[in-house]
C-alpha cells in the first residue's frame, strides 16, 4: 500500500459544469431539477486529482466532505484495532464516498486512489445546509444513505454464507452493471482493482480468487487476462449466484 507522488490538487481546478457532466444523471444533479442546479454548482469543488495510492480521506479523521467520483475509482477499507486493513468498497464514476460516515463527527473508512482518480467535493456542513432548501436532494441523500446500509448487510451476507464462486460471480455481475450504468460495455471491462484487494473485500485468500478465475475460464463463462475480464455467459454467473442475484448485491 506505498503511497504514489502526491500530486493533491490540480494547479488549475477544472471547472465543468454540471449541467454539461456526462456523470448528471448518476450523481446528485440526479435528484435536482434543471433551474436549481447553480446552487448545486455554488457549493461543489471541482478537479482535485488524485494520484495512484494518496488518500482521499483517513478513517477517523474529522468528517468535512463527502466525494463524488469523476473519474478513475476509489477503494475504502478501515484499519483494525491489530492494525490489519479491511477493504470495505470499490467506488466508481458518478458514486458518492464517504455516506459511511454521515452519522458520525469522522470518517468511518480510508478512501484511496486505486488509478489517476478525478473527485468532486461536497462539504458537508454546505451540503446538509443546501438538502433542507431542496427536498429532491434530501429524498436522494436517504436513498443514497439506504442504500449504503443495504449495501453492507448483503456484504455480510455475502460473506457469512456463500462459497467462492458465488462471492466472485457476485462482484463480476455488480460490476457489470454499473459498467453498463455508465453507457460501457457490461461483458468487457477492466477490473479497478488488483485481485489482493478482491480477495480481502470478499474474505477470501489471492490464491483462491487466482484459481476460481481460472476455473470460469476453463469452463467458458469469463475470459480474463490480467485485469482485463470478458463475461462470455452472464446467464452461467447468475446461475452460480444463486438466490444471491436475486437479492441486489451493489457493491
Not at 448528471?24 to 442546479?37: G, H, M, R, V
Not at 456463500?162 to 462471492?167: D, K, S
Amino acid at each position: 500500500m506505498a503511497q504514489a507522488i502526491r500530486f493533491r490538487q490540480a494547479s488549475s481546478p477544472l471547472k465543468a459544469s454540471c449541467h454539461q457532466c456526462s456523470l448528471s444523471n448518476l450523481c446528485l444533479p440526479l435528484a435536482i431539477p434543471d433551474n436549481d442546479l447553480d446552487r448545486l454548482e455554488d457549493i461543489v469543488q471541482q478537479g482535485r486529482i488524485y494520484n495512484r495510492g494518496e488518500h482521499i480521506f483517513d478513517q477517523s479523521t474529522p468528517f468535512r466532505s463527502c466525494f463524488a467520483v469523476k473519474s478513475g475509482s476509489i477503494k475504502t477499507s478501515i484499519i483494525s484495532e491489530g492494525g490489519e486493513e479491511q477493504v470495505t468498497g470499490f467506488f466508481m464514476p458518478g458514486e458518492l464516498v464517504g455516506l459511511d460516515s454521515m452519522s458520525g463527527e469522522s470518517y468511518a473508512s480510508t478512501a484511496k486512489a486505486l488509478e489517476r482518480t478525478s473527485v468532486c467535493e461536497f462539504p458537508i456542513n454546505k451540503l446538509e445546509e443546501l438538502t433542507g432548501k431542496l427536498p429532491e436532494l434530501q429524498h436522494h441523500m436517504y436513498q443514497l444513505m439506504g442504500q449504503e446500509i443495504q449495501n453492507s448487510h448483503q456484504l455480510a451476507m455475502l460473506l457469512s454464507k456463500n462459497t467462492a464462486e458465488e462471492r466472485i460471480a457476485s462482484l463480476l455481475l455488480s460490476l457489470s452493471s454499473r459498467f453498463q450504468r455508465r453507457r460501457m460495455s457490461g461483458t468487457n471491462f477492466s477490473l479497478p482493482m488488483a485481485r489482493n484487494d478482491i480477495a480481502n473485500f470478499l474474505g477470501l485468500a489471492v490464491e483462491t480468487v487466482s484459481r476460481v478465475f481460472t476455473r470460469f475460464q476453463n469452463q467458458g463463462i469469463i475470459r480474463a487476462r490480467g485485469r482485463e475480464v470478458e463475461l462470455l455467459d452472464v446467464e452461467a454467473l447468475q446461475l452460480v449466484t444463486r438466490e444471491f442475484s436475486r437479492q441486489g448485491f451493489q457493491q
